[in-house]
């Protein structure tokens, strides 16, 4: 009989310690009882009452709003960051441009979302603009905080792509745009992949840096749980998170599938140029 050794028990009751409480949630998700404690048999009015409750849907999708817009711009910033980090190896500043871009990594929330926080004041009392915090603030800070995680992912598998690549199709006449978009870019595309999911999870569970720079009229979700739940979870809460287990859980799955097929098909081209080579 096989024993479990000491790191396979940790492994395990450190999956436990995750997942569990997420199949209680989507389990009392459909507790016919008002009192999440209580369970009251099985029902599926609570995900029924999300169409009615107004302002929790408002939230959600202000949420998946900023986290998108978040992932589309943190991908493009951290890919740029990352380029330069990687493929220029000196230039002034390169060492506070570097502690710049991780900065976010090791900053607490508190301090960077009061920072934001100062900078729009000041930005408004200067030009004019933001006029309002709303959600474009939010989406500029959450930006912010996601674009270190997208540097660091993209940077990792920069240095580890075959410049040989690269530097045959310059050769050969393609500029160096061309060459970013037809040569780098399919063999980084799992880390941008990736980064941009990294982005849009860490954007839709923000809650700190969101209530610095949020305004009037910009609750995210984060921000409605946390003030519903100071007067008690309510059964509408474990529904919209189970929806937001199985929308996240099915984006990732399908978002793996896809950037696994392109890098089987990527790696089995490699192979025949190298063999027709």
């Known amino acids: 009989m096989r024993r479990f050794s000491f790191s396979s028990m940790m492994l395990f009751f450190g999956l436990m310690f995750i997942y569990v409480p997420m199949i209680v949630l989507v389990i009392y998700s459909f ?4 009192l999440v404690t209580v369970w009251g048999g099985w029902s599926t009015k609570w995900y029924e009452g999300l169409l009615d409750n107004t302002q929790l ?3 959600v ?3 998946l709003e900023v986290a998108s817009y978040t992932a589309i711009a943190a991908t493009a910033l951290g890919t740029l960051a990352a380029l330069v980090l990687t493929r220029i190896k000196h230039f002034k500043g390169r060492t506070l441009f570097g502690g710049m871009v991780t900065a976010p990594l090791v900053m607490p929330e508190v301090i960077t979302g009061l920072s934001l926080l100062l900078l729009f004041v000041a930005m408004a009392q200067l030009i004019g603009w933001p006029a309002e915090r709303g959600v474009v603030t939010i989406w500029i800070a959450h930006t ?5 995680y997208v540097a660091i992912i993209v940077s990792t598998r920069l240095r580890e792509v075959d410049h040989s690549l690269e530097e045959a199709a310059m050769d050969l006449g393609a500029r160096p745009w061309k060459v ?4 780098t870019v399919p063999m980084i595309a799992p880390s941008l992949a990736a980064g941009a999911m990294m982005s849009f999870a860490l954007s839709l569970d923000d809650l700190v840096l969101a209530s610095f720079v949020a305004g009037p009229g910009s609750t995210t979700l984060p921000m409605e749980i946390y003030s519903a739940v100071r007067m008690g979870v ?3 809460i474990n529904a919209i998170a189970s929806l937001i287990l199985l929308f996240v859980s099915m984006a990732t799955f399908i978002a ?3 950037t696994r097929r392109a890098e089987e098909r990527r790696n089995k081209a490699i192979a025949l140029s190298k063999k027709a080579a």
């Open 31 to 34: 507790n016919a009882s008002r």
């Open 57 to 59: 849907m408002s939230a």
């Open 61 to 63: 999708v202000r949420s």
């Open 144 to 148: 912010t905080f996601c674009t270190a």
């Open 180 to 183: 970013f978009f037809l040569i």
């Open 234 to 236: 309510k059964p509408e």
């Open 256 to 258: 793996w599938f896809f």
